[in-house]
């Protein structure tokens, strides 16, 4: 057996990349949505992880810390009617696509208000209202289901896309191949994102798998991929104009490699020693997606320091009320164990 890579050192960090064409087609109005999108799921996922300190989320819980900008970026491109799935680390994607944050935090705390009725937790939650299919336990389990939502679309002649989201970790499934075959062979509006955080739970990707290349997984069914700046969130915008028109026109799937850093482990009940300190820190200080954004808006006088104060000022209420509505709402009734289960035809 050989012997495991060394874990990779703070030089071995890719390098950040330059912002693709067509981020100049955000206006300064946009780029303040992006910050206040990017800042509420980073607020949100450090409550839940005190909540979860607390004992009042049980189960597993993935924080999204890190990676706002790529569901913010990409999220920003969609029209309504686009579909969204996505793995059990999910929060994000959910208040990324207007779900609201005391059901999110309702569902976190298992109560009845929640988007599951407090059934599904962290890593199951669902609204059909704003399209978005999961959060889905089973790793990799999502990307036929994301492929079949992208059929769904094109059999019903909608012109929607269906954009599907999985990690690194789930890159090397033989179910993502068999999917990738069949978005490739039916021309399926699919846009694939591989949230690249360089760990799949603690191993990194470079233990994992035997290309680093992971736009490059498609190539045998011609499916184009690219590697992406996600921590860049004009970076990643640019690029899902291009991926979303791409699969919109009819010309089929799309992979977008989002080269991003989760700052906590994989799960609350991970200590993350596989990694250093010093790497943690390079990100959070050099390449925070947050703070990157928040000194393009000060550097281009597009706001000023009381008005940023003021948004985390609201982004904090909105995210203790929603902590307030939580803890406050009822548990599920026990006869709810046996609705939702099956849906009648």
Known sequence: MANPAATPTVESLPAKKSSQPGDNSVSAEDLKSFYRDMLLIRRFEERAGQLYGMGLIGGF????????????????????????????????????????????????????????????????????????????????????????????????????????????????????????NMAALWKLPVIYVIENNRYGMGTSVERASATTQLYRHGEAFGIP????????????????EKAVEHARSGAGPYILEMQTYRYRGHSMSDPAKYRTKEEVDKYRNERDPIDHLRKRLMEDKLTDEAALKAVDA????????????????????PSELWTNVLVGV
């Open 225 to 240: 991929g690219e590697e992406i700046d996600g921590m860049d969130v004009l970076a990643v915008r640019a690029a899902a």
């Open 314 to 333: 609201e982004i904090r209420k909105i995210v203790n009320d929603a902590a307030e509505f939580a803890q406050h709402s009822p548990e599920p009734d």
């Open 61 to 180: 819980c993935h924080l999204y810390i890190g990676q706002e900008a790529v569901v913010v970026g990409m999220q920003s491109t969609l029209v309504k009617g686009d579909a969204i799935i996505t793995s059990y680390r999910d929060h994000g994607h959910m208040l990324a696509a207007g779900m609201d944050s005391k059901g999110v935090m309702a569902e976190l705390t298992g109560r009845s208000t929640g988007y599951s009725k407090g059934k599904g937790g962290s890593m199951h939650m669902f609204s059909r209202e704003k399209n978005f299919y999961g959060g889905h336990g089973i790793v990799g389990a999502q990307v036929p289901i994301g492929t079949g939502l992208a059929f769904a679309h094109k059999y019903n002649d909608s012109k929607n896309v269906s954009v599907t989201y999985f990690g690194d970790g789930s890159a090397n499934q033989g179910q993502v191949y068999e999917a990738m």
